[in-house]
């Protein structure tokens, strides 16, 4: 069964940073390119950042560019985001999802809520 | 960036009614559409993928259609359990933006 299980949110005051943990399971990590969603709270979905199967290619958002990092290890099976500067705006649900070729999301994690504010 | 446009942002429906939702691209994006079902508290589900085809395990009576702009999400006969929010999302180009959501509420 494929599953991706996020971590690592919390409550983070302005300027702070926080890392997701997405940990994958149930396919070959190592063969799947995999992006980050987030939704703020009662908002619509936000693509934020994608990452090639190998990690050699990234892509942000115009908002988080420069801010945040997506990273994986596929010995570990898991993603990663980085956020630093992190700003009352970026609250929001985090999700990482698994794409298919055509673009679409075929699995997704259950999220992770990230709450900035002092 | 494309910017993805969806009508209506909400809609009353009753159990058996044949609902459509649109979505329309700010460019040309071929296929490259997708739909979405969101429940409260729930990640998104994907219904329908490339414009037009069904995803495994999804009801029949959920189709998709359309190309370059335009594109639809039909719901034939709408069931108790079909009521949530509805995205459409292209995968043409980066960023890959999605619409504003369609809220679907019981009449």
């Known amino acids: 069964e494929v599953q991706l299980v996020e971590s690592g949110g919390g409550l983070v005051q302005p300027g702070g940073s926080l890392r997701l943990s997405c940990a994958a399971s149930g396919f070959t990590f190592s063969n799947y390119w995999i992006h980050w969603v987030r939704q703020a709270p009662g908002k619509g979905l936000v693509w934020v950042s994608r990452?090639?199967?190998?990690?050699?290619?990234?892509t942000y958002a115009d908002s988080v560019k420069g801010r945040f990092t997506i990273s994986r290890d596929n010995a570990k099976n898991t993603l990663y985001l980085q956020m630093n500067s992190l700003r009352a705006e970026d609250t929001a649900v985090y999700y990482c999802?698994?794409?298919?070729?055509?673009?679409?999301?075929?699995?997704w994690g259950q999220g992770t809520l990230v709450t900035v504010s002092s | 960036d494309i910017q993805m446009t969806q009508s209506p942002s909400s809609l009353s429906a009753s159990v058996g009614d044949r609902v459509t939702i649109t979505c329309r691209a700010s460019?040309?994006?071929?296929?490259?559409l997708n739909w979405y079902q969101q429940k409260p508290g729930k990640a998104p589900k994907v219904l329908i993928s490339?414009?037009?085809s069904l995803q495994s395990g999804v009801p029949s009576r959920f189709s998709g259609s359309g190309s370059g702009t335009d594109f639809t999400l039909t719901i034939s006969s709408l069931q108790p359990e079909d009521f949530a929010t509805f995205y459409c999302?292209?995968?043409?180009?980066?960023?890959?933006?999605f619409g504003q959501g369609t809220k679907l509420e019981i009449k």
């Open positions: 490339v414009a037009s």
């Open positions: 999802a698994r794409v298919q070729r055509g673009g679409y999301f075929d699995y």
């Open positions: 999302q292209q995968s043409y180009s980066t960023p890959y933006t």
């Open positions: 460019q040309s994006i071929s296929n490259y």
């Open positions: 990452i090639s199967s190998d990690g050699s290619t990234t």
